[in-house]
């Protein structure tokens, strides 16, 4: 069964970089595309990028100028970086695997507060 | 990027009742479309994709149906375990955008 698991700060200041990493196990990271997604308190979805197995990105317009989304195949690892962050960046954030998100993580909740 | 509309917002059923919810997406999306059930405090759980697809493991109470602009998913007798905030999402183009949600209540 596969599963994803986030992790990193739960609290970030604003204007530095938000960090986050999502561990895979349980299947392969190969031939998959890797994403993000957050929420916002009481709030819907939103997609955020993602990234293939073999290093291509593609990411939110809305978000683009911000985010990085990089892949460490042998850790099995995935990574966010969103810059420059506001109050309006405090979300649960989600990884989640391919185009229609068949396994989730359980969610990482980060406060942007000073 | 494509919009996607859901309505209701929110429903108030019964136990047993059969339940539908709509999504329409702002362009034809061939059937690029997954449904999510999701909890409080919880991640969304898969349920469907490619608009009628079940996922491995979701019961066949779940059906989706649609193609283009409209989709439905439907409950076929709520239960209990239903109540929960209902999202699609259109993976046809970029960005991946996802409905507004549907929030499923007791009557």
């Known amino acids: 069964q596969v599963q994803l698991q986030e992790s990193g700060p739960g609290l970030v200041k604003p204007s530095e970089t938000l960090s986050l990493t999502c561990i895979v196990s349980?299947?392969?990271?190969?031939?998959?595309?890797w994403s993000w997604i957050r929420q916002p308190p009481g709030r819907g979805l939103e997609w955020i990028g993602y990234?293939?197995?073999?290093?291509?990105?593609n990411y939110n317009p809305s978000l683009e100028s911000r985010v990085t989304i990089s892949l460490d195949t042998s850790k099995k690892q995935f990574s966010l970086k969103l810059s420059s962050v506001t109050a309006a960046d405090t979300a649960v954030y989600y990884c989640?695997?391919?185009?229609?998100?068949?396994?989730w993580g359980q969610g990482a909740l980060v406060t942007v507060s000073s | 990027d494509i919009q996607m509309t859901q309505s209701p917002s929110s429903l108030s059923a019964s136990i047993g009742d059969r339940v539908t919810i709509t999504c329409r997406a702002s362009?034809?999306?061939?059937?690029?479309l997954a449904w999510f059930q999701q909890k409080p405090g919880k991640a969304p759980k898969s349920l469907i994709y490619?608009?009628?697809s079940l996922q491995s493991g979701v019961p066949s109470k779940f059906s989706g149906s649609g193609s283009g602009t409209d989709f439905t998913l439907t409950i076929s007798s709520l239960q209990p375990e239903d109540f929960a905030t209902y999202y699609c999402?259109?993976?046809?183009?970029?960005?991946?955008?996802f409905g507004g949600g549907t929030k499923v209540e007791i009557k």
């Open positions: 999402q259109q993976y046809n183009s970029y960005p991946l955008t």
């Open positions: 989640a695997r391919d185009h229609y998100f068949d396994y």
């Open positions: 490619g608009a009628s």
């Open positions: 349980g299947g392969a990271i190969s031939n998959y595309y």
């Open positions: 990234i293939y197995h073999s290093g291509t990105t």
């Open positions: 362009q034809g999306i061939s059937s690029y």
